[in-house]
């Protein structure tokens, strides 16, 4: 079905870029690069980077790059993709924590170049609001990574979420409650989340989308073969202009 680092794949009703590796090593690396390509392409750029098991070892590869091609970030900008309402920042579970703590904290970026969602916010729409309205002065987003939820969710735009909304209050799925709990050492209860929204993915001027191992194997068949639509998040991404799902050999079903 796939071939391997094949820049394209076609599948029966669209054309899908798809990059597939042998392990998750050899992916992470290679999102990494795409990463840095985006920032040589341009050093004004804002990113969008989801946070989660999967693109953690990019990020490290990431880090060490730029730290070691004396690359400078000063001008990129980024923007959260989600957030756990009600979980507070210094939670090492939450989406801000893990940023800071895999990306921001060694790379040193400044305060006011970092935009994430305040998860404690008396007013969760105006949140919405505001990161919106900074998305449009920033001009888009050039580079939006995403990883792929089990039940095929991007950011938290669960099944048949709006494929219009820009940043909103999701009301999480029984399945991401239940997965989500792998981030914290506590129970947790987790309800509602914040995200940036499809028409944001659609937006973006580039998304990658990463998935690894035999337990996305299936989620990752439905992405390329179920019908384009809301039901499966992330079979939206073979309706995305510019977008390259990026998996391992695992992920990919091959034998
Ligand atoms: C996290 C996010 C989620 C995850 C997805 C996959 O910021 O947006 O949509 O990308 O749930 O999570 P992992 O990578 O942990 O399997």
Redesign the pocket.
């Known amino acids: 079905m796939y071939l391997n680092n094949q820049p394209y794949l076609h599948t029966k009703n669209d054309r899908m870029n798809c990059s597939v590796h042998s392990d998750y090593h050899q992916m992470s690396e290679f999102a990494a690069n795409e990463i840095l390509s985006v920032l040589a392409a341009n050093p004004k750029a804002t990113l969008c980077l989801?946070?989660?098991?999967?693109?953690l070892l990019t990020y490290q590869l990431l880090v060490e790059k730029i730290i070691r091609q004396k690359i400078k970030i000063s001008q990129i900008h980024f923007v959260g993709?989600?957030e756990w309402v009600g979980v507070p920042h210094t939670n090492p579970g939450s989406?801000h924590y893990f940023l800071h703590k895999n990306i921001f904290t060694p790379l040193n970026v400044n305060l006011k170049n970092i935009h994430l969602f305040d998860a404690l916010s008396a007013n969760l729409a105006d949140e919405c609001k505001k990161m919106n309205e900074l998305i449009d002065r920033l001009q888009g987003i050039d580079l939006m990574l995403?990883?792929?939820?089990r039940n095929g969710?991007?950011?938290?735009n669960e099944p048949g979420d709006a494929e219009n909304n820009f940043a909103h209050i999701s009301q999480l799925d029984p399945l991401?409650i239940e997965?989500g709990q792998k981030y914290f050492t506590e129970t947790i209860h987790l309800q509602k989340g914040l995200t940036l929204g499809l028409a944001h993915f659609y937006a973006a001027r580039k998304v990658m989308m990463m998935a690894n191992g035999i337990k996305k194997k299936e989620i990752v068949k439905k992405t390329l073969e179920y019908p384009i639509s809301t039901q499966v998040p992330a079979t939206l991404i073979r309706k995305h202009q510019n977008a390259i799902l990026i998996i391992d050999k695992d992920a990919s079903g091959q034998e």
Do not use: E, S
């Open positions: 989801a946070t989660g098991d999967t693109p993709l989600d989406c995403v990883g792929i939820g969710h991007i950011g938290f991401t997965v």
